[in-house]
């Protein structure tokens, strides 16, 4: 079956504008996750859904990030005023049943 | 804070000879023990999972978990060169996302 798809592959933005990132997780698939990884570092925890709730978002860096998943399907995770710092890849993963994390191809973002 | 210790590498092993990737962790309470491959430019990939102590095998890998010692392993057999790439050794406690150390980088030599 498809696997997790992620939108878009890469982006450019300049300081200071807002970006969405956008995640379809492995259908059926219940819980959803964003992890931010910097190059040369593992991924590191952002956020967490399980169906529709936002479990855990305490790995956002900062109020400037936000993420949702209004219909326990599609992902989007918001980053305003981008900063330069905010420069990595985004990753998106779903959870099967056996507990295991299934990852998308991510996004890389570039902040000018 | 719960932490994943790997050594960042680069580990460089002649093909066919055996690859041993460590990883140490923090949280005695952690429950589940994965191993992922990353290419260059790609995102991970799952290569293992492993939840109580002893070995799994899979192939030509095998991973390895000691609780007491905090610590799980993976090795790869017979090594070729297109095992070169990161491996993320990843721990869950449970209920919570999962927590990656840096990552092992290995080199097979042709």
């Known amino acids: 079956g498809a696997g997790v798809s992620q939108s878009p ?24 996750f964003w992890y931010q990884q910097a190059l040369g ?35 989007t995770l918001k980053i305003q005023r981008t900063q330069q710092e905010d420069s990595a890849v985004y990753l998106c993963a779903s959870l099967d049943g056996h507990n295991e994390q299934f990852f998308g191809p991510g996004t890389r973002l570039t902040v000018l | 804070q719960k932490e994943v210790e790997q050594n960042s590498g680069p580990l460089s092993v002649p093909e066919g000879a055996i690859a041993s990737l460590n990883c140490t962790y923090s949280d005695r309470g952690s429950q589940s023990f994965f191993w992922y491959r990353q290419y260059s430019g790609k995102s991970p990939e799952l290569i293992m999972s492993i939840y109580s102590n002893g070995d799994k095998e899979d192939g030509r890998f095998t991973a390895q978990l000691n609780k007491a010692s905090q610590y799980v392993s993976l090795l790869i057999r017979d090594s070729q060169p297109s095992d070169s790439a990161t491996y993320l050794c990843a721990v869950d406690s449970g209920n919570t996302p999962l927590v990656f150390g840096k990552g092992t980088r290995l080199s097979v030599i042709a």
Do not use: M
């Open chain 1, 9 to 32: 592959r890469y982006k450019v933005a300049k300081r200071g504008q807002d970006v969405a990132l956008r995640c379809d997780p492995i259908s059926g698939h219940v819980s959803l």
């Open chain 1, 41 to 75: 570092q593992g991924p590191e925890f952002l956020t967490y859904f399980q169906n529709e709730a936002q479990l855990d978002k305490s790995g956002l860096p900062s109020d400037r990030f936000f993420a949702e998943r209004p219909e326990g399907s599609v992902s």
